[in-house]
């Protein structure tokens, strides 16, 4: 993921604010370091594991309905004009 972010941050502009790649990427990462400390902490336990997963899962579907909600509002203005 370091590696990812430090390729593709030289190909992009820089901004201000937060788009909706950043924040998944931000929240893929968080879901990486989750499993980590769910690991460390709960290391036999595979319900901790299931929960990350879970969010992992809910998140991806988040964002996947946010883009093609997004990407249908768009294609609706884009008919109207």
Known sequence: MVA???????????LSYLTRL????????????AVFVSDTLFASSDVALLLVAGIWASGSVYYAWLCCASYYALGA???RD
Request: net charge negative.
């Open 4 to 14: 990812y972010k430090l390729v593709i941050s030289g190909s992009l502009p820089q």
């Open 77 to 79: 203005q884009g008919e």
């Open 22 to 33: 950043d924040a998944f990427t931000l929240f893929a990462s968080l879901c990486v370091c």
